[in-house]
């Protein structure tokens, strides 16, 4: 390839930076001429705000949170008029690839414009919520739940002081990764994760035999934010109900930005190092991911079909041993 594009859309999650940056410089040391940074995602893709790249313009970025290039979700790119918008300016400035870091929305938008125009595009799975199939990870979830164990630490030492109970609402958009992992992590008395069955009777049988056993009233619930906005606040009207007198805490998009974790540096060095390995080797319409320790190949059609299924060990792990 003489020329190819790089964007970040969707949500943005801490890890695209150095994404960017091993992108470029794989490409840019792997023979390709010239590599461009399209801004705001698929927005910038049809505003034509797109920009060269070197490898000096990613200099010391592989420790920032957020995106360089910017990031926006483009629900217009859905009309194939504003594809063929996209297409034109791709081609106009002679990008003849693209690789596409972010959600499954983003991700879809990457195989529909290798459909529909034939523009090879890699993708790769950015986003906190670690919900993206054929991936065992995505690159911003390690330092999302290392973020949100880090507050709910706190927490628990205002909890432990007052005696209180804590509602703690952690993001993952309709899937319960963030939640599990974390709950896991802090020693959660309980987690409510849209996949699986919640029992507000079990939680009231948890809180009293915790009660009875001595070990007082605090504790940390971890609300995985669902597909229902008003859950957590519904479940401390329930707990008031029963005499509880829980706080609420939303963590919101703390979880989004600082500086990536080791992990997630690592994850996306070695994911966008091999998007232009894949690239170059002439594969498209893929994402790639990891499975098991090893980079993986996944068609994209496979990524916006299929659903990640949260592993109920995990989750029932997160029961066990709050005992
Ligand atoms: O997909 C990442 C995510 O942070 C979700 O966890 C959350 O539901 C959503 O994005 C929030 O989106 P926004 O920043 O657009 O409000």
Redesign the pocket.
């Known amino acids: 390839y003489n020329a190819v594009g790089i964007l970040t859309s ?2 943005d999650s801490s890890g695209m930076n150095p994404a960017i940056r091993s992108i470029v410089r794989a490409a840019l040391n792997s023979g390709v001429k010239q590599v461009f940074g399209v801004r705001r995602g698929y927005q910038g893709l049809v505003s034509d705000d797109i920009t060269l790249m070197s490898s000096r313009s990613v200099t010391n970025i592989v420790q920032k949170g957020g995106t360089v290039l910017k990031s926006a ?1 483009c629900p217009e790119f859905s009309d194939p008029s504003v594809r063929d918008v996209a297409a034109r300016n791709l081609s106009s400035r002679g990008i003849e690839a693209l690789v596409v870091i972010g ?1 499954d929305g983003s991700l879809t938008g990457a195989h529909i414009l290798c459909q529909e125009h034939g523009i090879p595009v890699i993708g790769l799975p950015g ?3 670690n919900d993206i199939p054929g991936t065992d990870d995505t690159i911003g979830f390690d330092t999302a739940v290392n973020t949100a164990v880090e507050a709910i630490d706190r927490i628990r030492d205002t909890a432990r002081s007052h005696e209180r109970l804590f509602l703690v609402e952690v ?3 309709n899937s319960g990764f963030i939640a599990t992992q974390v709950g896991i992590a802090c020693g959660a008395e309980m987690v409510v994760v849209p996949e699986y069955a919640f029992d507000f009777h079990d939680l009231c049988i948890t809180l009293a035999e915790r009660h009875s056993k001595g070990q007082g009233s605090s504790g940390i619930i971890v609300v995985a ?1 669902g597909r229902d906005p008003d859950l957590t606040h519904r479940l401390a009207a329930q707990l008031k109900a029963q005499g509880q007198d829980p706080k609420i805490s939303i963590l919101g ?1 703390i ?2 930005g600082g500086s990536p974790s080791g992990h997630d540096r690592m994850l996306a060095s070695c994911l966008g190092t091999a998007a232009v390995e894949y690239l170059l080797a002439g594969y498209s319409d893929i994402m790639v991911g990891v499975h098991k320790g090893a980079i993986v190949d996944v068609p994209l059609q496979r990524v916006i079909e299929e659903k990640k299924v949260l592993d109920r060990k995990l989750f029932d792990i997160a029961a066990l041993l709050h005992k």
Do not use: A
């Open positions: 969707g949500g979700r959600g986003t906190i919520d993001m993952g958009r934010e998009h979880q989004r």
